[in-house]
Antibody
Framework: QVQLVQSGAEVKKPGASVKVSCKAS????????MHWVRQAPGQGLEWMGM????????NYAQKFQGRVTMTRDTSTSTVYIELSILRSEDTAVYYC????????????WGQGILVTVSS | EIVLTQSPGTLSLSPGERATLSCRAS???????LVWYQQKPGQAPRLLIF???SRATGVPDRFSGSGSGTDFTLTISRLEPEDFAVYYC?????????FGQGTKLEI
């Protein structure tokens, strides 16, 4: 069965960086794009960007350009998101979610990772 | 960027009743790219409806989606206790993916 398993919670100080992972299983890793969506406490969903596991190409939301990096490791079917220059407003649950190219929806989601930014 | 506005913010109903949730776009959206998700506390979103009106695998037929252009609707014909959750619409456009702010469906 399809599973997206994300790494554990993180606590970071303002100005630091965080890198979290999402390991895919149960399907051919390179067939689906992987997206990252975050949700601040009590708030709605915010799309951050995507990575194409086939070639590593990325597309970031304008809001995060220059501060976010999404990568993949095809040998372990894992995608990563690194967010730098963290601020308190980055405190959120970060989800990975897959998309079949061209479908424009996310059919499977990871369980989410809470990243807390606090001094 | 296309802004999605969902209404109402909170909808209070009882099991067995009909729920109608609205998603209005700031400009015309391709029906192909209009999606609905359900999210329960502490859980990831779950895909319900894609292409404005197609139910995802395993979604009960009491859930239906409709609409076109700038106005889209999610209807739950007869509420079950497990349907009380937050519902989000989402679209894909030239600026990427955007979500509505959500409608909380409560008892």
């Amino acid at each position: 069965q399809v599973q997206l398993v994300q790494s554990g919670a993180e606590v970071k100080k303002p100005g630091a960086s965080v890198k979290v992972s999402c390991k895919a299983s149960g399907y051919t890793f390179t067939v689906y794009y992987m997206h990252w969506v975050r949700q601040a406490p009590g708030q709605g969903l915010e799309w951050m960007g995507m990575v194409n596991p086939t070639d590593g190409n990325t597309n970031y939301a304008q809001k995060f350009q220059g501060r976010v990096t999404m990568t993949r490791d095809t040998s372990t079917s894992t995608v990563y998101i690194e967010l730098s220059i963290l601020r308190s407003e980055d405190t959120a649950v970060y989800y990975c979610a897959r998309e079949l190219p061209g479908q424009t929806y996310f059919d499977y989601w990871g369980q989410g990772i809470l990243v807390t930014v606090s001094s | 960027e296309i802004v999605l506005t969902q209404s109402p913010g909170t909808l209070s109903l009882s099991p067995g009743e009909r729920a109608t949730l609205s998603c209005r776009a700031s400009q015309s959206v391709s029906s192909k790219s209009l999606v609905w998700y359900q999210q329960k506390p502490g859980q990831a979103p779950r895909l319900l409806i894609f292409g404005a009106s197609s139910r995802a695998t395993g979604v009960p037929d009491r859930f239906s989606g409709s609409g076109s252009g700038t106005d889209f609707t999610l209807t739950i014909s007869r509420l079950e206790p497990e349907d009380f959750a937050v519902y989000y619409c989402q679209q894909y456009g030239s600026s990427g993916y955007t979500f509505g702010q959500g409608t909380k469906l409560e008892i």
